[in-house]
């Protein structure tokens, strides 16, 4: 038995002010990560810190046109808002096709983006695990990696980034803006996810105590267009194996705009920028499509059983791409 010491403060300052106090300390929205982690021993905060009460639920238009979203709105809210559904159709898809109805319920957009991995190793708490326990090695290298990355990859960790939503919000150039012992500030979520390296146990650039408040979604005509193809062992309630997030604006038959994003494959959230580079400007073919998967890909580092993600990659980017293309249609 460890106690577990629980506070619920009433405002943002407080919540900061509590957690940047005390270093075994963690902020708790829905709790559908956090409470797992300290249950399994992998998280062993000393003090909850529940920010159900903060006024950070809100969807909000922006001037200009883009959406602010409010770091507690629920998963499920968000999924089924006008203005997502309408102008983010790829953020509302990836949102539904994650976790479960009764999970989307209670999870929160803050919380979706700081999830941890789905690495088995990592979860287990007992083997060895850079990401879990600093320099005890990578148990996934030589192990059993069939859902591991490919992309973005390091010595030290393979370990995929496993949020559905943070997928289409890369593709979207959102950002987070977050409030902690610091001040404000905005990070673009490209930059909020750091690669494992050398220091696989960091994930993200926030500091301790520093409080994600909202997420904004810039205007961008072209994601109207957008959708979110997810590719898994099951159905439903499974995480990826592969996903893209998709948009394309065709001009008299020119990629004019496009937009890509990679789930699964990548230790983070993966924009597909060699393949937006190569598309735009050029004939909006599947033959071109395949040619800037397969540049996308050529870093590919693959171990004994996840070699497949890239061909399964590929074909998903042409999929993605060719029914972003045609409205939708998968
Ligand atoms: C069975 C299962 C299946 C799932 N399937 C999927 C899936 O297919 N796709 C997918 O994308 N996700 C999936 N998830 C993950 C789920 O989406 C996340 O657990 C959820 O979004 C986390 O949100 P939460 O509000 O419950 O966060 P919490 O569990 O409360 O917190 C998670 C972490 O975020 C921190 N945190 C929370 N809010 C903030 C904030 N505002 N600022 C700073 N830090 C914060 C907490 O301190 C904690 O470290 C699944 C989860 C489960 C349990
Ligand atoms: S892949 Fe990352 S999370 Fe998994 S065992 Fe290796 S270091 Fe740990």
């Given at each position: 038995?460890?106690?577990?010491?629980?506070?619920?403060?009433?405002?943002?300052?407080?919540?900061?002010?509590?957690?940047?106090?005390?270093?075994?300390?963690?902020?708790?929205?829905?709790g559908t990560t956090e409470v797992d982690l300290v249950r399994l021993g992998v998280a062993h905060p000393d003090l909850l810190v529940d920010i159900n009460e903060l006024p950070l639920a809100e969807l909000e238009e922006m001037p200009g046109g883009g959406l602010r979203i409010g770091a507690l709105a629920r998963?499920?809210?968000?999924?089924?808002?006008?203005?997502?559904?309408?102008?983010?159709?790829?953020?509302?898809?990836?949102?539904?096709?994650?976790?479960?109805?009764?999970?989307?319920?209670?999870?929160?957009?803050?919380?979706?983006?700081?999830?941890?991995?789905?690495?088995?190793?990592?979860?287990?708490?007992v083997s060895p695990c850079n990401k879990r326990e600093p320099g005890t090695g990578c148990s996934a290298l030589e192990g059993l990696n069939r859902g591991h990355a490919i992309l973005g990859t390091s010595e030290h960790c393979i370990a995929t980034h496993?949020?559905?939503?943070?997928?289409?919000?890369?593709?979207?150039?959102?950002v987070v803006r977050t409030v902690g012992p610091s001040g404000p500030r905005e990070i673009a979520i490209e930059d909020f996810y750091l690669l494992p390296g050398d220091t696989p146990?960091?994930?993200?650039?926030?500091?301790?105590?520093?409080?994600i408040a909202a997420i904004e979604l810039p205007p961008l005509e072209v994601a109207r267009g957008s959708l979110y193809l997810k590719v898994r062992d099951r159905q439903s309630y499974e995480f990826a194996l592969v996903s893209v997030a998709a948009a394309l604006e065709v001009r008299e038959g020119v990629i004019a705009d496009?937009?890509?994003?990679?789930?699964?494959?990548?230790?983070?959230?993966?924009?597909?920028?060699?393949?937006?580079?190569?598309?735009?400007?050029?004939?909006?073919?599947?033959?071109?499509?395949?040619?800037?998967?397969?540049?996308?890909?050529?870093?590919?580092?693959?171990?004994?059983?996840?070699?497949?993600?890239?061909?399964?990659?590929k074909r998903a980017i042409v999929r993605g791409l060719t029914s972003a293309m045609s409205g939708g249609a998968r």
């Amino acid at each position: 038995m460890r106690p577990l010491s629980y506070t619920r403060p009433q405002s943002v300052n407080d919540a900061i002010a509590i957690v940047s106090a005390n270093p075994s300390s963690s902020f708790l929205a829905g709790g559908t990560t956090e409470v797992d982690l300290v249950r399994l021993g992998v998280a062993h905060p000393d003090l909850l810190v529940d920010i159900n009460e903060l006024p950070l639920a809100e969807l909000e238009e922006m001037p200009g046109g883009g959406l602010r979203i409010g770091a507690l709105a629920r998963m499920s809210d968000v999924a089924r808002a006008q203005s997502v559904m309408e102008r983010y159709p790829a953020m509302s898809e990836a949102l539904l096709l994650g976790a479960s109805e009764q999970l989307r319920n209670m999870a929160s957009i803050g919380g979706n983006l700081r999830q941890r991995v789905r690495c088995p190793y990592f979860r287990d708490n007992v083997s060895p695990c850079n990401k879990r326990e600093p320099g005890t090695g990578c148990s996934a290298l030589e192990g059993l990696n069939r859902g591991h990355a490919i992309l973005g990859t390091s010595e030290h960790c393979i370990a995929t980034h496993p949020s559905d939503v943070a997928v289409a919000l890369v593709a979207f150039d959102a950002v987070v803006r977050t409030v902690g012992p610091s001040g404000p500030r905005e990070i673009a979520i490209e930059d909020f996810y750091l690669l494992p390296g050398d220091t696989p146990e960091a994930e993200h650039q926030l500091e301790h105590g520093e409080l994600i408040a909202a997420i904004e979604l810039p205007p961008l005509e072209v994601a109207r267009g957008s959708l979110y193809l997810k590719v898994r062992d099951r159905q439903s309630y499974e995480f990826a194996l592969v996903s893209v997030a998709a948009a394309l604006e065709v001009r008299e038959g020119v990629i004019a705009d496009v937009r890509l994003a990679l789930g699964g494959v990548g230790t983070k959230p993966w924009r597909a920028r060699r393949a937006e580079a190569e598309l735009v400007g050029a004939p909006a073919t599947a033959a071109e499509f395949a040619s800037a998967a397969a540049l996308e890909l050529e870093p590919a580092d693959v171990r004994e059983h996840n070699a497949f993600k890239v061909e399964l990659a590929k074909r998903a980017i042409v999929r993605g791409l060719t029914s972003a293309m045609s409205g939708g249609a998968r």
